[in-house]
């Protein structure tokens, strides 16, 4: 008797599977399939992303090995991906500085600067790049305006942003500003050391010239 029970529970269990499968099977096929397609599409995206800055990397060290730099930079953005189209701009200025371009130079970081699609440490960057390579035509209180927030901010190149305005005060003939900076450079924490024995060197120089004064 027990086992008739069990062949009715077992054939009752079937029809309630059947039930839900034809109730909610089409379902659950669409939901397998989204998966399937989901992990398809993240694979082949990340085969397809490798494939092009693999491609982008080749374009854009094609080009700084060029004869004209600047020319087939400009010609391969349109094959480079984000990444290599921000390091072609770099490069772009760094050529404009190599071939005594040196306003030409400025203009371009800054053009790279006052880019809101970037990340902020590339901004900086370049900001600070534009103070380094700007002309001596430049007013000096343009370039300390650049500077001002990198000095006041924890940004990483706070050390030699206070460097360049320590520069800046040199040129400006005001040794103690100069000096008050480079202590509050050495005073930094997060510094390489070659920045660190540099600041050290000019704070010596100019400890001793104002000793002669």
Not at 16 to 22: E, F, I, S
Not at 68 to 91: I, P
Not at 188 to 207: E, F
């Amino acid at each position: 008797m027990a086992d008739i029970f069990d062949e009715i529970n077992e054939e009752l269990k079937k029809e309630r599977m059947t039930a839900l499968w034809q109730r909610y099977g089409r379902y659950v096929i669409a939901f397998v399939i989204v998966i399937v397609g989901g992990v398809s599409l993240i694979q082949g995206f990340s085969y397809y992303t490798q494939k092009r800055d693999a491609r982008s990397a080749n374009v854009f060290f094609d080009a700084i090995l060029s004869d004209d730099v600047s020319a087939k930079l400009e010609t391969a953005k349109e094959e480079l991906s984000d990444g290599y189209v921000l390091l072609a701009e770099f490069r772009l200025a760094a050529t404009l500085a190599e071939n005594d371009q040196a306003a030409e130079a400025e203009q371009h970081y800054l053009s790279i600067a006052a880019r809101d699609d970037i990340q902020q440490i590339y901004r900086d960057i370049a900001l600070l790049l534009s103070v380094m390579q700007a002309p001596e035509s430049t007013q000096l209180s343009d370039l300390q305006t650049r500077l001002d927030p990198l000095i006041s901010s924890v940004s990483p190149l706070k050390g030699l942003a206070l460097e360049q305005a320590a520069a800046l005060d040199v040129r400006r003939g005001n040794k103690e500003a100069a000096i008050k900076k480079l202590n509050e450079l050495v005073a930094l924490t997060d510094i390489p050391a070659s920045l660190r024995q540099r600041a050290s060197q000019i704070l010596t120089v100019l400890d001793n010239s104002r000793v002669k004064d």
